[in-house]
């Protein structure tokens, strides 16, 4: 039996800086993780199969074009018994779905022994497959396949993530972008010191999907306004294409604190405190 973790993904900044004659559309953007995600299980049989369990199974009905057997499919396809237990909300903004990919790939390639796909496959599978696999802090571009390594470590910090129970589909939130010309993060990405010097650099950066995400789920604006309102958050930001919405915090105290006051303000939402790793 082998077994993968699939951390949520954050985009701490999502810069939209063109469009490719394909659609897709050019990323400039500051991905980190947090330590709360979904697992995928991976044990021998003769056949694909995919069982999924946890808080949000109910919102994933099985179906063949599951990304966790998209991605068995890619390497080959032979028999194992998956099981995904599915604790992230789906079409949320952190990627679960493509971190359930990257860790179905990393979980099946221990199990049958077989090399990750080419990265061309992998990021067929989803446009954050391939940062989801590094697993780590990175500057994504490209459509997200190009990923550079950060040059100084980011500083501690932990997160409240809250997502008002609204799924937000991708497509449509690219498609409302008024403008698709914005400027990139610095060439140069400072050193942080801290959370707070962290949180002063991104105070001056965006997520340009955010408007459009907004136009069409209005709830994201108050789970942005309900995060910067806690204390001690340091700034609060929507994540990919929303709605879960991230707090930054710089000790874990505040950020416990405030993910508990947050679940008690708004018991229909999903919310939780996580160290950022990466
Ligand atoms: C918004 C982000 O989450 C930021 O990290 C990702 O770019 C989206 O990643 P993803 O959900 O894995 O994306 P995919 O499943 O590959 O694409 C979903 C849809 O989003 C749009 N899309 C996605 C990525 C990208 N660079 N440009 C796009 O225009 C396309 O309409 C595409 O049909
Ligand atoms: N294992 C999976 N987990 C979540 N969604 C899945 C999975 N497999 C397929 N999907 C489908 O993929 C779509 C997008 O899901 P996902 O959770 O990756 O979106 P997201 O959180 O908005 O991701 P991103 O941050 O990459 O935009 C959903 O509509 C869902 O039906």
């Known amino acids: 039996m082998t077994e993968a973790f699939a951390q949520a993904k954050i985009n701490l900044t999502l810069h939209v800086t063109g469009q490719r004659a394909d659609g897709y559309h050019l ?11 979904d697992t995928v299980r991976a044990e021998p049989a003769d056949r694909l199969t995919l069982e999924i369990v946890g808080p949000q199974a109910g919102a994933l009905p099985v179906a063949d074009d599951n990304l966790v057997l998209r991605a068995a499919r890619a390497m080959g396809g032979q028999g194992a018994r998956l099981t995904l237990d599915k604790r992230l909300p789906v079409a949320s903004g952190i990627g679960g ?15 049958w022994q077989v090399p990750l796909p080419a990265p061309a496959a992998v990021l067929k599978l989803g446009a954050d497959v391939p940062v989801c696999l590094a697993g780590r802090a990175v500057r994504m571009g490209g459509v997200g396949e190009v990923l550079t390594p ?43 010191a801290s959370a707070a010097d962290l949180a002063a650099f991104l105070a001056t950066m965006r997520n340009d999907l955010e408007a459009s995400a907004i136009a069409l789920a ?61």
């Open 27 to 37: 990323l400039d953007s500051l991905v980190v993780f947090a330590a709360v995600g």
């Open 97 to 111: 779905g493509s971190a359930d990919a990257a860790a179905a790939l990393v979980a099946l390639a221990a199990l």
């Open 150 to 192: 950060l040059d100084h470590p980011l500083p501690a910090a932990w997160m409240v993530l809250a997502n008002p129970g609204v799924s937000v589909p991708t497509p449509p939130v690219f498609k409302a972008l008024t403008r698709r010309d914005n400027p990139p993060m610095p060439d140069v990405l400072p050193a942080f």
């Open 218 to 278: 209005p709830d994201i604006a108050r789970t942005k306004q309900a995060l910067a309102a806690l204390p001690g958050c340091l700034l609060s930001r929507m994540s990919g294409s929303g709605a879960t919405c991230f707090g930054l915090f710089a000790d874990e105290g505040a950020a416990r604190a405030g993910a508990a006051r947050l679940a008690a303000q708004e018991p229909g939402w999903w919310v939780e405190a996580a160290r950022m790793t990466g």
